[in-house]
C-alpha cells in the first residue's frame, strides 16, 4: 500500500511562510516526478511546482520567486518552501508523486490526502 502523508499545512498572515512536507511510504521500487499541486473552494486543481527525479524544477507563474520545491530522494520526501504567503495562496495542497512499485512494473500516479493552507489579510 502506498501512502503519500503531507504536512505543515495552516494558518499564517499575509507576508509569511510555511513549509509543506510529503513522505512517500510503502512498497516503492523508484520515485520519478514528484509535485505540488493546490486547489482554492470553487476552483480546479492547479499545478503549483514540479520536480523531476535529476531535480530539475518548474513553477506556476503565480508562485514563482516565492515558492522553492525539493526533494530528499533517500528520505522519498517533497517539501514546498512558501514565503511572502498571499490570501490568494490559501487553498488545500496536494502532493503528486509517479513511482512503480516493482522493477518491472509501469509508473503510476498517486496523490496525498492533501493539506490546509490559510493566509489572511
Known amino acids: 500500500q502506498v501512502q503519500l502523508v503531507e504536512s505543515g499545512g495552516g494558518l499564517v498572515e499575509a507576508g509569511g511562510s510555511l513549509r509543506l512536507s510529503c513522505v512517500v511510504s510503502?512498497?516503492?521500487?523508484?520515485?520519478?516526478?514528484m509535485g505540488w499541486y493546490r486547489q482554492a473552494p470553487g476552483k480546479q486543481r492547479e499545478l503549483v511546482a514540479h520536480?523531476?527525479?535529476?531535480?530539475?524544477?518548474n513553477y506556476a507563474d503565480s508562485v514563482k520567486g516565492r515558492f522553492t520545491i525539493s526533494r530528499d530522494n533517500a528520505k522519498s520526501t517533497v517539501y514546498l518552501q512558501m514565503n511572502s504567503l498571499k490570501p490568494e495562496d490559501t487553498a488545500v495542497y496536494y502532493c503528486?508523486?509517479?513511482?512503480?512499485?516493482?522493477?518491472?512494473?509501469?509508473?503510476?500516479?498517486?496523490w496525498g490526502q492533501g493539506t490546509q493552507v490559510t493566509v489572511s489579510s
Open positions: 520536480i523531476t527525479s535529476g531535480g530539475s524544477t
Open positions: 503528486n508523486a509517479d513511482l512503480k512499485k516493482f522493477l518491472l512494473s509501469s509508473y503510476n500516479n498517486y
Open positions: 510503502g512498497s516503492i521500487f523508484s520515485i520519478n516526478a
